[in-house]
């Protein structure tokens, strides 16, 4: 079985890096790939090699199949990880890349292609016995015969692209004499926006909860699953919290949607990492979504609670091995949340304010993990997403990671930009999110950017305040005793967080 020397990163940002410590921790050499926009960035400076591929734009670099082919072929990597995003999804870059006898570390192309349709994808499951939301598996061309299964469910119906998913492409419709008008617009949508008109309906779940099962398969057949992620705290399809495990399930539901994952993943032929996204309805029954064919953002909040490294596992199976342990052999340990910390402005409708790192420390401590891709005095480009990092935070309890993630806000210290630290701590705050009572409208329902001027940080930013002009006093103090030249280590303790 061939073992991976080299692998080319075909992404940026923390992912990039994330990737690339644990394959050096795998002895395995690492390429980076990197836009004009990137030529300074942290994922170019710890690469072994880095080859430039174009302009700043997307379009022209990170998504540019044939560069990034080449650049693995000129500095002889075997194998090449998408990360998530970019082309890490794409059926076309897999098999370009397994044609010009590379490794892609992910699914296979036909998988990859299958779940990007969802109708396919609600297809291949439904014979593996997966719950699927009432409504149509195949597309609708025939509007009497639509109207009719969508009075058998029932109203609101939701309309659907088959080549959507994330979100994108959706409509509800409240009343049968809105139905044609909205299938119309469904469909001229999804032509215009991904070349594929067809539409299916849906019983629409008003109030679902989104949890989302990670799997992990072989190339010899085997699949298991690594628990659950609760994602139910997005922003327009944007997820800001995740957790795992999450607060609804019984250990029996669990393990029921887990064998449903595993279906999914079985009825595609599945191997490397996947997530298996359901939706579950105010009954907490449970209906599978769509299958997301990459390693996802939120994935370390997996690897906190089973111990695992999920990047070392996907380049292990990747060289063909099978996955070393078993089912039974897992368990859920303790409690990790996640934020995604953005340069995005809460007051201002969340608009990106992107700019520079003026100061920037990262919390530290026990449980803390921060997944990041900057350091202080770099700018954020404006060229892709503005996610700054994802700050982890594992404990015991739900109750001490919710804590302590509180605690690791506070201590996040970000100038120069505005972010949604702030927007996380009322979320991590909020007696919703803390009870586990919550649905994916928690952003809709409870927030506005009058919550971020009244949060009780302020109290204890005015004590800081105090702290910090004593610390500083003190400072002077032993600098006149030292007669040091302090090139002022002791940093601003910021007297403005979180504003
Ligand atoms: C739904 C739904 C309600 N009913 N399907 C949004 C993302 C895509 N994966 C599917 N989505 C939804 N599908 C039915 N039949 C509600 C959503 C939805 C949603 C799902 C998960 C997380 C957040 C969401 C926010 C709005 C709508």
Redesign the pocket.
């Known amino acids: 079985m061939p073992k991976i020397q080299k692998i080319l990163v075909a992404n940026r940002g923390e992912i990039a890096l994330r990737v690339m410590r644990s394959a050096r921790e795998m002895g395995i050499k690492t390429v980076a790939v990197y836009s004009e926009a990137d030529r300074e960035a942290l994922h170019v400076r710890y690469a072994d090699e880095a080859v430039f591929i174009g302009p700043p734009a997307s379009s022209e670099s990170y998504l540019r199949m044939d560069k990034i082919i080449a650049a693995a072929k000129q500095t002889g990597a075997d194998a090449v990880h998408p990360g998530y995003g970019f082309l890490s999804e794409n059926e076309d870059f897999a098999q370009l890349a397994a044609d010009a006898g590379i490794i892609f570390i992910g699914p296979s192309a036909k998988a990859i292609e299958l779940m990007g349709s969802k109708l396919a994808a609600k297809a291949a499951v439904a014979k593996f016995n997966v719950p699927l939301?009432p409504?149509t598996s195949e597309p609708i061309s025939d509007l009497t015969k639509a109207k009719k299964i969508a009075a058998e469910v029932g109203y609101p119906?939701?309309i659907?692209a088959s080549a959507?998913?994330?979100?994108?492409g959706?409509r509800?419709v409240d009343k049968e004499s809105d139905f044609e008008e909205q299938m119309e617009r469904a469909t001229s949508e999804a032509k215009s926006a991904f070349g594929d008109g067809s539409v299916f309906i849906?019983?629409?779940?008003?109030k679902?909860?989104?949890i989302e099962f990670q799997v992990f398969g072989d190339q010899h057949g085997n699949v298991v699953h690594l628990f659950e992620r609760e994602?139910?705290i997005?922003r327009?399809?944007q997820?800001v919290v995740e957790e795992a495990p999450s607060s609804v399930l019984t250990a029996e539901k669990r393990k029921l949607m887990g064998e449903a994952a595993i279906n999914v993943a079985k009825a595609c032929g599945y191997y490397g990492a996947g997530t298996v996204?359901f939706?579950l309805d105010d009954h907490l029954d449970f209906?599978f979504?769509?299958m997301n064919t990459r390693l996802q953002v939120e994935h370390p909040v997996t690897e906190m609670i089973t111990g695992l490294d999920l990047v070392k596992l996907q380049v292990k199976v990747a060289e063909g091995e099978p996955i070393p342990f078993k089912q039974e052999d897992l368990k859920i340990n303790g409690h990790a949340v996640e934020i995604r910390v953005y340069a995005e402005d809460p007051a201002n409708n969340f608009l990106p304010d992107i700019g520079t790192l003026k100061t920037y420390n990262r919390p530290q401590g026990i449980g803390v993990r921060v997944d990041d891709g900057f350091e202080q005095g770099m700018d954020i480009p404006f060229y892709y997403d503005p996610m700054i990092a994802k700050l982890i935070c594992y404990a015991d309890t739900r109750a001490n990671a919710i804590e302590k993630m509180i605690r690791a806000i506070r201590e996040y210290d970000i100038t120069g930009l505005q972010t949604t630290l702030g927007f996380c701590l009322f979320v991590m705050q909020h007696e919703a999110f803390r009870s586990g009572n919550f649905d994916?409208?928690f952003v809709e329902n409870y927030f506005t950017p009058a919550v971020l001027q009244q949060n009780p940080v302020a109290e204890e930013e005015m004590i800081a305040a105090a702290l910090a002009v004593m610390l500083q006093q003190q400072e002077k103090v032993v600098m006149a005793e030292t007669a040091s030249a302090s090139t002022g280590g002791v940093s601003k303790w910021k007297a403005n967080r979180l504003k």
Do not use: A, D, F
């Open positions: 939301v409504g119906i939701l659907k959507g998913g994330g979100g994108k959706m509800v849906e019983k629409y779940i008003t679902p909860r989104h994602c139910s997005q327009r399809h997820k996204e939706i209906y979504l769509e994916t409208r």
